[in-house]
């Protein structure tokens, strides 16, 4: 089955411990991408991946860090979280000159 | 920059009811135009799209037409269920960025 994944699905952490949010895809998509979704503020593109070792910032990406070193795996890593990180993230993925976009599950963040 | 606005919400219809949801956008070029929908509990996924002015999209009884003169692309449907609770954005995209996303707006449906 074509899908996004992404774990953990929920995750409450605390001020300063580094985490890591894994995305994963099955459809050899070149592009993905990291959004966060807050309330009165829609969807907000954090880094997106154009191929492999091939990374760009969007529009909030102060405080994250992304890597693409394969081709399915897209993981975004929280050096030092901080409260206002707490969000619903998600990670999508399409072929490069695809509009299409295939969403993961969304992973609910809790910093306290 | 390429942008989106969308009305905002919630909307709260009763089921039977005409649905529509406005979307205006602002972009250099010709983008193409979509409407996504979340499920509570979901990522978004694609509900229609159109590419080209006055092309009309459709996709489980809702529509939307991209008209390039008012820079529009309202989601309508005639009846609206409760199934069709959700979260429904508009998006475009122009070829040389990543798609752009309007805020979304919260339908709900109550039977």
């Known amino acids: 089955e074509a899908q996004v994944t992404q774990n953990p699905r929920y995750l409450i952490t605390v001020t300063g411990k580094k985490l890591t949010v894994t995305c994963s895809q099955n459809?050899?998509?070149?592009?993905m991408s990291w959004y966060r979704q807050d309330p009165g503020l829609g969807l907000r593109q954090i880094y997106y991946?154009?191929?492999?070792?091939?990374?760009d910032k969007g529009d909030v990406p102060e405080g994250y860090k992304v890597s693409r070193k394969e081709k399915r795996n897209f993981p975004l890593i929280l050096e030092s979280p901080s409260p206002n990180q707490t969000s619903l993230y998600f990670c999508?993925?399409?072929?490069?000159?695809?509009?299409?976009?295939?969403f993961g599950p969304g992973t609910r963040l809790t910093v306290t | 920059g390429d942008s989106v606005t969308q009305m905002e919400g919630p909307v709260t219809l009763s089921e039977e009811a005409f649905l529509t949801i406005n979307c205006t956008y602002t972009?250099?070029?010709?983008?193409?135009l979509f409407w996504y929908v979340q499920y509570p509990g979901e990522g978004l996924q694609l509900l229609l799209k159109?590419?080209?002015?006055?092309d009309k999209g459709s996709n489980k009884g809702f529509e939307a037409t991209y008209r390039k003169e008012t820079t529009s692309f309202h989601l309508e449907k005639g009846s609206v269920q409760v199934s069709d609770s959700a979260v429904y954005f508009c998006?475009?995209?122009?070829?040389?960025?990543?798609?752009?996303f309007g805020k979304g707006t919260r339908l709900s449906v109550i039977a």
């Open positions: 972009a250099t070029g010709y983008p193409s």
């Open positions: 999508a993925s399409s072929f490069s000159d695809s509009y299409e976009q295939y």
């Open positions: 159109a590419t080209k002015a006055d």
């Open positions: 998006a475009l995209f122009s070829g040389n960025t990543p798609l752009v």
């Open positions: 459809m050899n998509h070149e592009y």
């Open positions: 991946s154009m191929n492999v070792e091939v990374t």
